[in-house]
C-alpha cells in the first residue's frame, strides 16, 4: 500500500513524486508508461538532444484534428519525463494576468503572486537568477543564447524585428516585457534538463520513492465513490492492481481525460453510450480543449549552407500585442534555424502563433478499449475574435520576409504561397484550413469550483464527485496560458507537491 501514487512522469508528476516524497514517512509510487532512463550517459540521444524534438522514439503515436476533416500526427513523451523529455526546451512563463484569470474563476490560490514562488522555486536562471522575479538554484537551468552564439537567421530576425519597431527584450520571463530576444531554454550546452533529469535525477536514490516504467494504467480503481488505486498492464500484457491512499493522475491533457472516462468519470452520454458504468457525471472531462494555434511562413534560404539539422531549431522570440487587442503578449513570432526535411531545398521557417485563444475544442473516448486513443478534436479558428488575431500575426510575420536583415537571408517565400495574395480573406482562410497545434492542449479537466458546471477538479486538483483523487497536470488548466506550457506545467507540480508535502492532511493522508 502506498500513501501516494502518481501517473505520469511527465512535466507535472515527476514533480509533484519528487516533492512528495521529500517527507521520508510517505511512501510514493510513480508509475509511467514508458521506459525509464536512470543513467544519463545511457539515456538515447534524442532525449539528452535539447536541439531539436524527438518525435518518434518516445512517443505515443497519436493523432489530431486541428480543423475538421485533417487529421495530424500529435506528438506526446512516453517516457519518463514525459513530453519535458522531448520537448524544444522553451522556457517560458505565461502572463501574470493568466494565472489571475485562473483565479477570478474561482481558484484564488493561483494568483500571480501566489503561483511566483513555485515559478522561481523550480528554475536556476543561469542569466537573470539575481532578478526578484528569478530564482537561482532550482532543478531546471535555464539560459540564452549570448549574441555571439546566434545563428545568423536569428541575429537578423532580431535586427529586423528592432527595424520594424519592436523593442529589444533581453529577458522574455520579464513578467511586464515584451518585444524581441533570445529565448529562454532549459539546456545546458547541448543537453535538454527535462523533469526526469532535474527532478527525478536526485530524487530517485529516495528509499520511499518507487518509479515504475513500462506500467500503462488502464483505469483508477473507484470503489463507493473513493478511488483506491489504479489497473496496470505491464510490458507483457498482466494486469495487475495497485493500491494506494491517494491518486494522483498527471498523464497530461489527453491521457488524463481518457483515463478519468474509462474509469466512469465525464460526460454520462458519452459514458453510457461506450458501455462504461458511471461514477461520477462529470461533464467538463474532456470539453475545453485548449492550445495555441499556430502556422509557419517557410523560407528557402539563398545560401543553403546556412541549415544545417545539426544546430539548434530556437533561439530567438518575439512576444507582443495584437493591434487593438485587451489581452497582452497574445502573440507570439519564433524564428525557427531550420524547415522541412534535410533532403528537401534548404529552408528555415517563421512562426506565427496566437497566444491567448477564445476558443475551445473537445476531446472524446473512441472506445472503452484502454488501447484505442481518444478522438482529439482542436476546431481551431471557428472563434472569429481568434481568427482576427493570427491573421494580424501571420500579417506581422510576413513583414520580416518583405525587406530588411531577414528578409535578405529569403530566396523565396514557398509557404504562404504569394500568389495567392496577402490579403485578410486571404489570409484567413489560410488560418482556417492550416492553423495547427503549438503541442500546448490544457484545460480538459479544468479546476474550478463546484459550480463551475465544466469543472473537474477544485484549486488543489481534488475531483469533484471522487475522493482521494486528484489530477494535477496541464489538464486542470483553466486555459492555455500565453506561453509555451512546459514551465506552467511544472509549477503545476511544484503547487501540489508543496501543498502534498507540507499540508497532506488536505489529501487525506
Ligand atoms: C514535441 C513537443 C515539443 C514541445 N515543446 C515545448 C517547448 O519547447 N516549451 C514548452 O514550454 N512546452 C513545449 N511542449 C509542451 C510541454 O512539453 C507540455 O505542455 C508539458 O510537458 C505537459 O506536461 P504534463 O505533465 O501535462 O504532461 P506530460 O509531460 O506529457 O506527461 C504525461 C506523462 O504521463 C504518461 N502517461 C500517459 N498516459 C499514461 C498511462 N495510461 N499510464 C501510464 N503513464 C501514462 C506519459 O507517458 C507521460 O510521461 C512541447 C510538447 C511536445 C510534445
Known amino acids: 500500500m502506498f500513501d501516494v501514487l502518481v501517473v505520469g512522469a511527465g512535466s507535472a508528476g515527476s514533480v509533484i513524486a519528487a516533492r512528495a516524497s521529500e517527507n521520508p514517512d510517505c511512501q510514493v509510487l510513480l508509475v509511467e508508461a514508458g521506459p525509464d532512463y536512470p543513467d544519463l550517459s545511457k539515456t538515447p540521444f534524442d532525449l539528452t538532444n535539447g536541439h531539436n524534438n524527438s518525435y518518434r522514439a518516445h512517443d505515443w503515436g497519436l493523432d489530431y484534428e486541428p480543423v475538421p476533416g485533417r487529421q495530424v500526427a500529435f506528438p ?17 512563463r505565461g502572463m501574470p494576468e493568466d494565472y489571475d484569470e485562473w483565479a477570478e474563476q474561482g481558484n484564488p490560490e493561483w494568483r500571480w503572486e501566489n503561483v511566483l514562488p513555485a515559478f522561481q522555486r523550480l528554475e536556476r536562471d543561469l542569466d537573470f537568477g539575481s532578478e526578484p522575479y528569478h530564482g537561482d538554484s532550482g532543478p531546471i537551468s535555464i539560459r ?24 529589444l527584450c533581453e529577458d522574455a520571463n520579464e513578467p511586464w516585457g515584451w518585444g524581441a530576444g533570445p529565448h529562454p531554454l532549459n539546456k545546458l550546452g547541448r543537453l535538454r534538463i527535462s523533469c526526469a533529469v532535474g527532478y527525478l535525477s536526485p530524487a530517485r536514490v529516495r528509499d520511499n520513492l518507487e518509479i515504475r516504467p513500462d506500467t500503462f494504467v488502464r483505469r483508477l480503481v473507484i470503489e463507493v465513490g473513493r478511488c483506491v488505486g489504479v489497473e496496470v498492464e505491464d510490458a507483457q500484457g498482466k494486469v495487475a492492481e495497485i493500491r494506494a491512499r491517494l491518486v494522483v493522475l498527471s498523464a497530461g491533457a489527453i491521457m488524463s481525460p ?6 466512469g468519470i465525464g460526460p454520462r452520454r458519452q459514458l453510457e453510450n461506450l458501455g ?18 499556430a502556422l509557419a511562413v517557410v523560407c528557402q534560404a539563398r545560401d543553403a549552407s546556412l ?39 534548404a529552408a528555415f521557417a517563421i512562426a506565427s502563433v496566437l497566444e491567448y485563444q477564445h476558443g475551445r475544442g473537445e476531446l472524446r473516448l473512441a472506445s472503452a478499449d484502454p ?103 496541464a489538464s486542470i ?17 511544484e503547487m501540489v507537491g508543496e501543498w502534498l508535502r507540507t499540508g497532506p492532511g488536505r489529501y487525506g493522508l
Not at 481518457?258 to 474509469?263: G, Y
Not at 522570440?317 to 531550420?338: C, H, V, W
Open 307 to 345: 541549415i544545417d539539422f545539426d544546430q539548434p531549431l530556437m533561439q530567438t522570440i518575439l512576444r507582443y500585442t495584437a493591434e487593438g487587442s485587451d489581452k497582452r503578449n497574445d502573440l507570439q513570432i519564433e524564428q525557427l534555424s531550420f524547415a522541412g526535411r534535410p533532403e528537401r531545398p
Open 258 to 263: 481518457a483515463i478519468l472516462m474509462r474509469s
Open 76 to 92: 506526446r513523451g512516453r517516457v519518463t519525463g514525459g513530453s519535458s523529455a522531448v520537448n524544444t526546451t522553451i522556457a517560458l
Open 477 to 493: 488548466m483553466p486555459g492555455v496560458p500565453r506561453a509555451n506550457t512546459n514551465l506552467t506545467c511544472i509549477m503545476v507540480g
Open 144 to 167: 540564452r543564447y549570448p549574441r555571439n552564439q546566434l545563428l545568423p537567421q536569428h541575429a537578423a530576425f532580431l535586427e529586423s524585428a528592432q527595424g520594424l519597431g519592436y523593442p
Open 276 to 293: 462504461i458504468d458511471v461514477q461520477a457525471d462529470t461533464p467538463g472531462v474532456g470539453a475545453n480543449l485548449s492550445d495555441h494555434p
Open 371 to 473: 488501447h484505442r486513443p481518444p478522438v482529439i478534436d482542436n476546431r481551431f479558428c471557428e472563434d472569429e475574435r481568434d481568427v482576427a488575431r493570427l491573421v494580424r500575426c501571420l500579417k506581422d510575420t510576413l513583414a520580416f520576409t518583405d525587406s530588411g536583415p531577414l528578409a535578405d537571408l529569403i530566396e523565396a517565400v514557398t509557404f504562404p504561397d504569394p500568389a495567392r495574395g496577402k490579403d485578410e480573406d486571404a489570409l484567413a482562410g489560410l488560418c482556417r484550413r492550416f492553423a495547427g497545434s503549438g503541442y500546448h492542449p490544457c484545460g480538459t479537466a479544468k479546476m474550478g469550483p463546484t459550480d463551475d458546471p465544466l469543472a473537474v477538479v477544485d484549486q488543489f486538483g481534488c475531483a469533484h464527485g471522487v475522493d482521494q483523487l486528484v489530477v494535477a497536470d
